[in-house]
């Protein structure tokens, strides 16, 4: 029979053999999960981490063919609550913000900011920024908001709780404990996208300092392998997906209502576009100090070689400290402009799909895109912010030079999917040459090549 030092020994040895195979299966379960959520879809959730899936919805007054996507807290100066909506260009309403307080509900009358309402011209509807002062001194429950209808909420209690008169939303706030410096809002996409040229504009604006990209998924066809990158860069925190169908449901609606032709179908769209920026903005102001409005095939260049992008932002900012908003000239590379292209049929798949140098437009201030400080922005277009705060004593915005700041380089397929054949004839007898995307092509392809070497060894 051993003795007692053995049988100790012998406990001692097992319990260190257990440990192990704890350890080894607890390593083995966390790469599992992990090779998983890389795999397969996110969980859908309301919540705003960026490696879960927020969902939008669609909230509707009917009677006054009113959609409003969200409702968010701003708290910058006073505090509001700000929600993005698409109405009827015809007409302004008069709408309450009903909060409840006790077993009694507190108004707030509604202002009305038409976001961009020129373009395009003759639009049926038109992006708006609902905004309703929240009251003061008032305990009030700040889990919903009710937005109704003035005339009816005031005229006779059969209409006050009708629900086609109003649309109860419920109020997100997000205080995150620190700040990203600037960050990607990216208006609602639609179609097909290449997945090489995700990649090359992910990985060139993080090589620029960009760390969090906000993307806008307003019915991405998956089915190329682009959902593989994007639950990949979900998961490491670098891209937040924001399911958007506002635009299908609203079109299914609005449709409905009262039929669009092709030209007011596009408006509409473009409108809700806005919408998403807008709804982007307010979603995640509070996570960043500046925001950049870029599109999938731009890429803004910094013209000194020994600056990225977050350094040139600071420098541009210095330079003009009494401006909320700096806008970047553009110019255009079209696919059937260059001398390699003369036949090019397919989409932009890469930013380097034609060998060097590329023939570009002149720089030109039309469609300039902007980056613009969070704390002083009310409302923003495609390209730039366009209203400041009241609060804020900032003039809007300022166009700097690319000479001494920077460029963004626009790449297209065809100039007349863009623009008329006389402007495009002008614009084809003024094109130079320019190789400073290729600059950056060797980095940004080593970067890719490095993603998807991680996501194979996952599979």
């Known amino acids: 029979m051993p003795d007692k030092s053995t049988i100790v020994l012998y406990v001692s040895v097992a319990t260190i053999l257990f440990s192990l195979v704890q350890i080894y299966n607890s390593g083995f379960n966390i790469h599992k999960q992990w090779k998983a959520r890389i795999s397969r879809p996110l969980v859908k959730s309301s919540r705003t981490e960026s490696s ?51 077993g009694r509900q507190i108004q707030s009358q509604v202002t009305v900011d038409r976001i961009f309402p020129s373009w395009p011209p003759n639009s ?60 990607v809002c990216l208006k609602s996409t639609d179609g097909p996208l290449a997945p090489d040229l995700f990649l090359e504009w992910i990985e060139f604006y993080r090589l620029q300092g960009i760390t969090r990209f906000y993307v806008y998924d307003g019915g991405i066809e ?40 092709k030209a007011q179908v596009f408006a509409v769209k473009q409108q809700i576009q806005l919408i998403s920026l807008n709804d982007c903005f307010y979603q995640f102001h509070n996570k960043a100090n ?43 590379y079209f696919m059937d402009q260059q001398t390699g292209g003369k036949n090019f049929s397919g989409g932009i798949d890469s930013f380097f799909s034609l060998p060097p140098p590329l023939l570009r437009t002149a720089m030109s201030e039309k469609q300039p895109k902007g980056v613009f ?16 705060l009241n609060s804020v004593d900032l003039d809007p915005y300022v166009i700097i030079s690319p000479i001494d700041y920077g460029l963004l380089h626009h790449f297209r397929k065809a100039c007349e999917d863009k623009f008329m054949r006389r402007t495009c004839s002008k614009m084809s007898a003024r094109l130079v040459e320019d ?24 599979r």
């Open 52 to 102: 879960e899936l927020l969902i939008k919805s669609v909230y509707e007054i009917k009677s006054l063919d009113v959609y409003i996507v969200d409702a968010h807290f701003d708290c910058r100066s006073d505090c509001y609550v700000r929600l993005p909506a698409l109405q009827p260009s015809s007409r302004d309403f008069a709408l309450l913000c009903l909060f409840q307080s006790g």
């Open 290 to 332: 500046r925001m950049l409005l870029v599109d999938l095939d731009e890429l803004l260049l910094p013209s000194r070689t020994s600056e990225n992008l977050i350094q040139m932002f600071d420098r541009g900012f210095r330079d003009n400290s009494n401006h909320g908003n700096i806008l970047f000239q553009n110019a255009w």
């Open 373 to 388: 400080k969070t704390d002083a922005v009310l409302t923003i277009n495609w390209h730039c912010a366009i209203h400041v």
């Open 124 to 183: 049926q509807f038109i992006a708006v920024l609902y905004s309703c002062r929240v009251p003061q001194n008032q305990k009030i429950s700040f889990n919903s908001v009710k937005i109704v209808n003035q005339f009816h909420y005031g005229h006779g209690n059969a209409r006050e709780g009708a629900s086609k008169d109003s649309a109860i939303l419920p109020l997100r706030s997000f205080q995150p404990s620190t700040k990203e410096d600037t960050v």
């Open 222 to 261: 998956k089915d190329n392998g682009i959902s593989t990158y994007l639950d990949f860069y979900q998961t490491l925190g670098i891209v937040q997906l924001v399911q958007f169908p506002f635009s299908s449901k609203v079109m299914d609606a609005v449709s409905w209502n009262q039929p669009l032709d």
């Open 435 to 458: 190789s400073a995307v290729f600059a950056h092509e060797s980095s940004v392809k080593e970067k890719v090549e490095f993603i998807k070497e991680r996501i194979r060894n996952v």
